[in-house]
């Protein structure tokens, strides 16, 4: 998501040099508009290097950029922390003058504000009119949290703790988009990962998935105002906090948890790698070499193919109105992986297929990937390529347009 965080000028800005890398740590990016006299706390140099993207605070520069304009208008969120008692006082009388207050008249997204000030700054009249009219508009002000500030005096007027910020300020950003987003009110089931297919208390058949593409389809319908349900495989990346998430381990495990979600989902995204074999026996004890050399034969057995069993499930008890399948092909002597990313979509019979080309290795574990979105109306989109965020945006673009179609 692109942020904008705004800083005011006061001692509490060296803490938001925390926030920012937790902003930027969990994916977002972030734009950094200090006031001029937040940059005597904290120089742009600074901002800059935390959050890769350059700083200013001034509407003179770039000109040509509109900067006000494009900012205000490109944020899914604007923070600003500390919002000092004079910020406060701007904002509320709708001032633009410098590129903070300019890009704040600008946005149409939520608006958090952090303030920190001295007691006696936050409890003056003029600042609680401030406040007051600010949340009239639908800015959510934050209370300060109270203890020591910036000299020997303590009360109410501190800048509450990076990880409070964030929280809460993701919190407002999810509320809205649960009202106004593309998937508001819609529950999305997403399986992700790779299956593991015990041999023995210590081996499994596994796969090379690492549950990137599906983590970023959870944040893309999350950031879609979704509600969004994770059955999460093996992944080698961090499911982030706000997720409500059940751990599965095997094929049949993943199954029986996809089918009891399908009453409630409207929207079934299958980007789990799902083992299609599993060992015939599971042995009770760890398999040792035998002394007289032979190897030994493991019988593998079929899995559910729980993406069809999902559709046809649908056809006769009802379920999600839009199924979504994921196909890593490669491409082979019988057909390129288009030709046989149509005849699966076919085979499976789900509303949509995104083919991945995984020839020589490519997209596993990678960040970036490229596909085409196969509709069962015959559609195919252009071929996207980029990080597997902005692919998890299409796509979610795509149910979305599926599911009011
Ligand atoms: N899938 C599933 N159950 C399985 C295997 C796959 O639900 N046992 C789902 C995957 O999550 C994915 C889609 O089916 O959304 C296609 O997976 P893929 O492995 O490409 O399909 P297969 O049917 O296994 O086809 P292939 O023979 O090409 O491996």
Request: charged share 20%; aromatic share 2%; with cysteine.
């Amino acid at each position: 998501m692109r942020i904008v965080l705004g800083v005011g000028g006061g001692i509490a800005a060296y803490k938001v040099a925390s926030l920012l890398r937790l902003l930027t740590e969990a994916g977002h990016s972030v734009t950094v508009i200090p006031t001029e006299a937040a940059t005597r706390f904290v120089g742009t140099a600074t901002w800059e290097a935390l959050s890769g993207n350059p700083v200013s605070n001034s509407v003179w520069d770039d000109v040509d950029r509109v900067n006000h304009v494009r900012l205000g208008q490109e944020a899914d969120l604007i923070i600003i922390a500390p919002a000092t008692a004079d910020v406060l006082a701007r904002a509320a009388a709708g001032l633009a003058n410098d590129l903070l207050t300019g890009t704040l008249l600008m946005a149409t997204c939520p608006v958090f504000l952090a303030p920190a000030m001295h007691t006696e700054m936050w409890r003056h009249a003029a600042t609680q009119s401030n406040v007051a009219t600010l949340r009239s508009r639908g800015v959510t002000v934050m209370d300060p949290a109270s203890g020591r500030l910036t000299g020997a005096d303590s009360g109410p007027g501190r800048l509450p703790e990076p990880e409070e910020i964030l929280a809460a300020a993701l919190g407002v950003y999810s509320a809205a988009r649960a009202r106004t987003g593309e998937l508001a009110g819609r529950t999305v089931t997403i399986t992700a990962g790779g299956t593991q297919e015990p041999l023995d208390p210590v081996r499994f058949l596994g796969n090379r998935s690492s549950g990137k593409q599906g983590i970023a389809l959870a944040r893309a319908a999350l950031a879609a105002g979704a509600e969004v349900h994770l059955i999460a495989a093996h992944l080698e990346v961090p499911v982030p906090g706000n997720l409500q998430v059940t751990r599965v381990g095997t094929a049949l495990e993943l199954r029986s948890t996809v089918l009891a979600a399908l009453p409630v989902s409207d929207v079934l995204i299958m980007v789990a790698a799902v083992a299609d074999f599993r060992p015939a026996d599971v042995m009770a004890s760890k398999i040792k070499k035998s002394d007289d050399g032979a190897d030994p034969v493991i019988t593998l057995v079929r899995n559910p193919d729980i993406l069809k069993e999902s559709v046809e499930l649908r056809r006769t008890a009802g379920g999600p109105a839009v199924i979504v399948g994921f196909a890593a092909e490669t491409g082979d002597p019988d057909g390129d992986p288009l030709t046989h990313a149509r005849a699966k979509l076919l085979r499976k019979g789900c509303d949509l297929l995104v083919l991945n080309d995984v020839g020589q290795g490519r997209v596993f574990g990678e960040d970036a990937s490229a596909v085409v979105i196969l509709g069962s109306d015959g559609s195919e989109s252009a071929p996207l390529s980029g990080s597997k965020r902005n692919i998890a945006d299409a796509v979610v673009a795509r149910i979305a347009q599926a599911l009011t179609g």
